[in-house]
């Protein structure tokens, strides 16, 4: 398995708090991604990132923002968090542009 | 505009029934389609890259195949592990973008 990790793995929070979930690497891959997973959607891509310091948006972006000040670490922010942001949220690495993309374990997030 | 779009949505199988999941995509300049095994609560697992049609790759009961325009996974004698949703992906017209498919929810009965 890729070495990647995710935290926290569940998390239940309330409409208009902050969030931080955090994508560990330790594959040294120059690509990471975070995607939410919905019933009737499927997997979709909220923003990637192709270094450090190298960020940019995808399908779902609005709501999120991202950081990554390390190779290792990728941060996903929900600033002010809504029902609507209740769902799965993965990460993934992938080691090249267009290259196989590797998952984490997930984060349940309920927000309330 | 759907770019993947899988069928059926779910399958039922008996152990050893073979069978096919499709995979259908209609991105312009194929950068690889990607088939990826989901089990509850857990990450996608990686299966399978193919690059051009006419391409099959193998993995125990597993095998998978593509065309110009769709993508097929065989199931050859399934067993009831191979219960899982499979899902299929390719990268959105060259960009850094991976795209879905909704994913074929696969019931394997013994």
């Known amino acids: 398995d890729a070495g990647i990790t995710q935290s926290p793995r569940h998390k239940v929070t309330e409409t208009g708090t902050p969030v931080t979930l955090r994508c560990h690497q330790t594959e040294n891959h120059r690509y990471m991604y975070w995607y939410r997973q919905d019933p009737g959607h499927g997997l979709r891509l909220i923003h990637y990132s192709y270094g450090v310091k190298d960020t940019d948006k995808g399908e779902v972006s609005d709501g999120y923002s991202v950081s990554r000040s390390k190779t290792e670490d990728f941060l996903l922010t929900l600033e002010s968090a809504t029902s609507s942001q209740t769902s799965v949220y993965f990460c993934a690495i992938s080691e090249t542009r267009l290259d196989t993309q590797y998952f984490g374990p997930g984060t349940r997030l309920t927000v309330l | 505009e759907d770019q993947v779009t899988q069928s059926p949505e779910a399958l039922r199988l008996q152990e050893g029934e073979s069978s096919s999941l499709n995979c259908s995509y209609t991105v312009s300049g194929l950068r690889g389609l990607f088939w990826y095994r989901q089990d509850p609560g857990k990450g996608p697992e990686f299966l399978f890259t193919?690059?051009?049609a006419g391409e099959e790759k193998e993995k125990e009961r597993l095998k998978a195949t593509l065309t110009k325009k769709e993508s097929f996974l065989h199931i050859t004698a399934p067993k009831p592990e191979d219960s899982a949703t499979y899902l299929c992906a390719v990268y959105q017209g060259g960009s850094e973008k991976l795209v879905f498919g909704k994913g074929t929810k696969l019931t394997v009965n013994p």
């Open positions: 193919l690059y051009s």
